[in-house]
């Protein structure tokens, strides 16, 4: 949810799904910024998420989420799993930095 959210924020495109390099394997999430408004859907996890920035609600975690956006950068805090994160969005992928597991997480993004 937070690597669509930020790719689709950064980039101002639309995403389709996203590879995830850890799991091998597509996961169903789309998701669509305009402005400082997002709606999306995890369709793996059946839940929508979505709000205006700097905060997100997960239906599915019935949580919020912060995000700032920085240039292609963004960071921040999950309160579900009170972690906090950081990413950076290119062309076509984003790496997630989860600074709770001190590990590196990149997703590859597919356009509709």
């Known amino acids: 949810m937070i690597a669509a959210s930020a790719y689709a924020f950064v980039t101002g495109?639309?995403?389709?799904?996203l590879f995830?390099?850890?799991?091998?394997?597509d996961l169903q999430v789309a998701a669509e910024a305009r402005g400082e408004r997002?709606?999306?859907?995890?369709?793996?996890?059946?839940?929508e998420f979505g709000g205006t920035?700097?905060?997100?609600?997960?239906?599915?975690?019935e949580g919020f989420v912060s995000l700032e956006i920085d240039g292609a950068k963004?960071?921040?805090?999950?309160?579900?799993?009170?972690?906090?994160?950081?990413?950076?969005?290119?062309?076509?992928?984003?790496?997630?930095?989860d600074h709770a597991e001190g590990a590196w997480f990149a997703?590859?993004?597919?356009?509709?």
């Not at 495109?13 to 799904?17: E, M, Q, S, T, Y």
């Not at 920035?53 to 975690?61: N, Q, R, S, V």
């Not at 997703?107 to 509709?112: E, I, L, Y």
């Open 13 to 17: 495109r639309k995403v389709a799904g």
């Open 20 to 25: 995830d390099h850890a799991a091998g394997r």
């Open 38 to 47: 997002l709606q999306g859907i995890d369709g793996d996890r059946g839940a």
């Open 53 to 61: 920035l700097p905060e997100l609600y997960d239906a599915g975690d």
């Open 74 to 97: 963004a960071r921040g805090f999950d309160r579900g799993s009170s972690g906090h994160y950081s990413l950076e969005v290119g062309e076509g992928f984003v790496q997630l930095y």
């Open 107 to 112: 997703f590859g993004v597919k356009a509709p």
